[in-house]
């Protein structure tokens, strides 16, 4: 699923492309995905400007002139193209918004993802139920410690709770947690001061890393796009499960966490 990387490199990408860009249709192939009736949804967006793109933990919001949002989660498998019909076959995408250009928002692989309009209060109030994005300012050190000082369980459900802090999933989280040199399956309050400044300082080196390098997704966002998915290859455990470790050659170890995979080099980072 897309997190923090992925999406803050979409809304950059987005913002530039969208921004001020009028819609003349929208297609919708899978109703499921939307909220509206299709015709209503499609009523609604017509020749409607896209002001600006904003990100809010793993959701995107497309800021519409007439002040409602297109509210987009993306959840497992959901991706994006942007460029002209010529290139992409509609049928393969759920929702496919047109803009007075010639080019077209693609949304694709929307099975648990969806695309809602909503009213700008709504929005506000969907959002309100997440936790501090990572790179808010008022997010210090001071702050995180603070926020982990009231937290129980483990430190990778901590670090995946959307309402505790908004935006890091099932592989950021090892990879912050092998970047602090922390077993994921550590117990929170059981963190030294030591161990909280550790993760403060990883989980904004690896997530501006993986963000610069354009995240994980497959599939390149525009017919030029070699950016897209350029963080891929270089997450250090996820998903590497039997593979030595690149610091310490151990083998990283793949177990399950509250039904979630968890990926760790026992050596690097201790035990839970
Ligand atoms: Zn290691």
């Given at each position: 699923?897309?997190e923090?990387?992925?999406m803050?490199?979409y809304?950059?990408?987005?913002s530039?492309?969208l921004?001020g860009?009028?819609?003349t249709?929208?297609?919708?192939?899978?109703?499921?995905?939307?909220?509206?009736?299709?015709?209503?949804f499609?009523?609604?967006?017509?020749?409607?400007?896209?002001?600006?793109?904003?990100?809010r933990?793993?959701h995107?919001?497309?800021?519409?002139?007439d002040?409602?949002?297109?509210?987009l989660?993306?959840m497992?498998?959901g991706?994006?193209?942007?460029?002209?019909?010529?290139k992409?076959?509609?049928s393969?995408?759920?929702?496919?918004?047109?803009?007075f250009?010639g080019n077209?928002l693609?949304?694709?692989?929307?099975?648990?993802g969806?695309?809602?309009?909503?009213?700008?209060?709504s929005?506000?109030?969907?959002?309100?139920?997440l936790?501090p994005?990572?790179?808010?300012?008022?997010?210090?050190?001071e702050?995180?410690r603070?926020?982990?000082?009231?937290?129980?369980?483990?430190?990778k459900?901590?670090?995946t709770?959307?309402?505790?802090?908004?935006?890091?999933?099932?592989?950021?989280?090892?990879?912050?947690?092998?970047e602090?040199?922390l077993?994921?399956?550590?117990?929170?309050?059981?963190?030294?001061a030591?161990?909280?400044?550790?993760?403060?300082?990883?989980?904004?080196?690896?997530?501006?890393e993986?963000?610069?390098?354009?995240g994980?997704?497959?599939?390149?966002?525009?017919?030029?796009?070699?950016?897209?998915?350029?963080?891929?290859?270089?997450?250090l455990?996820y998903?590497?499960?039997?593979?030595?470790?690149?610091v310490?050659?151990?083998?990283i170890?793949?177990?399950?966490?509250?039904?979630?995979?968890?990926f760790?080099?026992?050596?690097?980072?201790?035990?839970?």
């Amino acid at each position: 699923m897309p997190e923090w990387p992925e999406m803050e490199h979409y809304r950059t990408q987005l913002s530039s492309l969208l921004g001020g860009k009028r819609i003349t249709g929208v297609v919708v192939n899978r109703e499921g995905s939307i909220n509206e009736p299709p015709e209503a949804f499609a009523n609604a967006l017509a020749n409607r400007t896209i002001l600006f793109v904003e990100r809010r933990g793993k959701h995107l919001l497309f800021h519409l002139d007439d002040g409602n949002r297109l509210l987009l989660h993306l959840m497992l498998g959901g991706w994006l193209y942007y460029g002209t019909e010529a290139k992409k076959e509609d049928s393969r995408f759920q929702v496919i918004i047109r803009l007075f250009d010639g080019n077209s928002l693609y949304f694709g692989g929307l099975r648990l993802g969806y695309l809602h309009l909503v009213s700008a209060k709504s929005a506000l109030e969907q959002m309100k139920q997440l936790g501090p994005e990572p790179f808010d300012q008022r997010l210090t050190l001071e702050a995180f410690r603070k926020l982990f000082s009231g937290k129980r369980g483990r430190l990778k459900t901590a670090l995946t709770d959307q309402k505790f802090i908004a935006g890091i999933g099932n592989c950021y989280s090892d990879e912050i947690c092998f970047e602090a040199k922390l077993h994921p399956a550590r117990s929170v309050p059981d963190l030294d001061a030591a161990a909280i400044e550790r993760l403060y300082a990883a989980m904004r080196k690896v997530l501006i890393e993986a963000k610069e390098a354009g995240g994980y997704m497959e599939h390149p966002l525009t017919e030029n796009d070699n950016v897209t998915g350029g963080y891929n290859s270089r997450c250090l455990v996820y998903d590497r499960g039997g593979e030595p470790c690149i610091v310490c050659g151990h083998e990283i170890q793949h177990e399950t966490l509250s039904s979630r995979k968890m990926f760790y080099c026992p050596q690097c980072q201790g035990t839970a």
